[in-house]
């Protein structure tokens, strides 16, 4: 089992709709969880970041936290084309300062 | 204020050659690591530096070295290239909540 498991996707969504990313980890201990973005030939770059139970609403993206399930998610309310692009979770353990990522979730959004 | 910078950006390497990816922050951080990104795939981390000093491995790090210079400086040096370290390479650093904020990246080909 890997320590983070994202869905494999890639997730498709019209103009306008709920885009929902889904992942889960392993490691019970983990404090702190992440969502990055990446376009594609570019460097991830750090979206949201939830540090308990929880939604955590910024705009358009809300985390959402669920420690007991070891599960967190990131939905993209009115999602648009420019939000097509890779979204990797990242999870930091019990090693306090090194994050875990999953392989990432692929979405596009169609006009 | 620069963020991560690394150099270079591109390079193409023979199998057996050295080089050095130089990476540098100026956000202050006390956390480093070095990554690298397979096609479709997530972040592997190489090495981590959790402060100046200090290095340890991650989940990726035979055929590499690093060096932590200084609080602002992480080098990752390949001492005998091989075809399969062709891959983009990130730096990255971060504070003690763990948020990471990554370099551009440097896509490395070794034939």
């Known amino acids: 089992q890997k320590e983070v498991e994202q869905n494999s996707g890639p997730l498709s969504v019209p103009e306008g709709a709920i885009a929902s990313l889904n992942c889960t980890y392993s490691?019970?201990?983990?404090?702190?969880f992440f969502w990055y973005r990446q376009y594609s030939g570019k460097s991830p770059e750090l979206i949201m970041s939830?540090?308990?139970?929880g939604d955590k609403e910024d705009g358009r993206f809300t985390a959402q936290l669920n420690k007991a399930s070891q599960y967190v998610s990131l939905l993209i309310r009115d999602s648009q084309p420019s939000d097509s692009a890779t979204y990797l979770c990242?999870?930091?353990?019990?090693?306090?300062?090194?994050?875990?990522f999953g392989d990432g979730t692929t979405l596009t959004v169609k006009p | 204020n620069a963020g991560v910078t690394q150099t270079p950006k591109f390079q193409v390497l023979k199998t057996g050659q050295s080089m050095t990816l130089q990476c540098a922050q100026d956000?202050?951080?006390?956390?480093m690591y070095w990554y690298r990104q397979d096609p479709g795939m997530g972040l592997r981390l190489i090495y981590y530096?959790?402060?100046?000093?200090?290095?340890d491995k991650g989940e990726v790090p035979n055929g590499y070295n690093v060096s932590r210079l200084n609080k602002r400086e992480f080098s990752l040096r390949l001492e005998s290239a091989a075809p399969s370290q062709t891959s983009v390479y990130f730096c990255?650093?971060?504070?003690?909540?763990?948020?990471?904020?990554f370099g551009p990246g440097t896509r490395l080909t070794v034939t």
């Open positions: 956000m202050n951080h006390n956390s």
């Open positions: 490691d019970r201990g983990s404090q702190s």
């Open positions: 939830i540090y308990s139970n």
């Open positions: 990242a999870v930091m353990g019990t090693n306090a300062g090194k994050s875990t």
């Open positions: 990255a650093s971060s504070e003690y909540r763990g948020e990471q904020y």
């Open positions: 530096s959790a402060s100046e000093g200090t290095t």
